[in-house]
């Protein structure tokens, strides 16, 4: 089998949808011989930031000498980087070996009463079955939706951490805040150290509750450990964290956005709890190079100047705010072009109205992706006086270009599987020149 063989099969499980459950994932460790209970893992949920924090912790962990894997969704650049060691995905011919260990045994579940796995159990159960076949210290799990039944919740964590609750896949998790917080709260485990900067008061008390249902020490941002002394300094966030722990001042990071500084601030807190766990050294030095060095694809990313381009996977109301925040952070001054799609199943109009008012025009277009919405329905939820539609990105992207001088911004968002098609579209054209 060749790896683009062994894509495509991954892909094909698709079909068989969302299955929240971990019945087929307990399966699969059975017979696979618990990998799960070879690692030493932090699993963290929420629902933005998972893919930021989970960066800043591993650059740390990897600062101080440790071999770390981690488990992340969706990929930006290419698929293997879903499942990675030490930032570097996993090389083709180790994912084509787990694939054809994992195959027989999905052929064998479909003939069980548990059913057929889905593309993400696959993945997931290979991610176990290759990290544990590695020379490693710590993994780092991401979930993939909500926590209580993803299937990434068969891991029997060191740690746990929860970025925050918002308003995100609703049709699976639930339409209110206390909804969606008891499945994040479902990866919080017996004794286990929680580390938390969700401040959505119902979603809290959800989490609170839950933990405290555990016998889980809690960590909050802003009660027990926090950030201050925050500012902008040429182009860097720059803060002080403070902690029982510890405190370190005048960290530098380069990732854009105050919410990027409460990621920061999670990661510092988690590794020093794990040090105190672990009986790991703590150089601060090596903290904060970690952090300064941690870079993440599609957040906020400046990928071109004159004009500046930025992509950002913001893909919910949350998310978008946060966006608008950074825009008018990093760029008060300046006229500013947005392209914009999305998944269908969001709630667009209301993501629209975010938006509208903060871009001098507006292009709505779409995507190759199951789910993407048509450029018609964008346009028809836009209220934007300056609104095109465009069914190929692509030109969607040439007209921004067009249309905005040297010192403008166009911002291309919506969707993190939207994102990675622009980047990739981007890279190739650089590759070219």
Known sequence: MHIQE????????LSFGIKPGLKRMEWFMEQLGHPEKKLKAIHIAGTNGKGSTLSYLRNILENHGF??????????????ERISLNGTPIQDEDLVYHVNRIKPLCEELENTSLGPATEFEVITAMAFDYFASQNIDYVIFETGLGGRLDSTNIVNPLLTIITNVGKDHMHILGETYEQIAHEKAGIIKKGIPLITAADQKDARRVILNKANEQHATVYEFGHDFSAHDHYLNKGMETFTFSSMLGQLP???????????VTNASLAIQAFLLLSRMEHIHVDPSLVKNGLKDTKWPGRFEVIQEHPTIVLDGAHNEEGLLTLVDTLTRYYPEQNRHLVFTALKDKPIARMLRILEDHFDSVRLTTFDFPRSISPMDLYQQCSS????????????????LKSASRDDIIVITGSLYFISEVRNFFDRIKGLC
């Open 6 to 13: 062994a894509i495509e099969w991954i892909h094909s499980r």
């Open 67 to 80: 071999q770390v894997g981690t488990f992340t969704s969706p990929y930006i650049v290419q698929f293997n």
């Open 250 to 260: 005048d960290i530098e990071i380069s990732m854009k956005g105050t919410h990027q």
């Open 385 to 400: 006086k300056n609104k095109y539609r465009y069914d190929d990105w692509t030109k969607a992207i040439e007209d921004s």
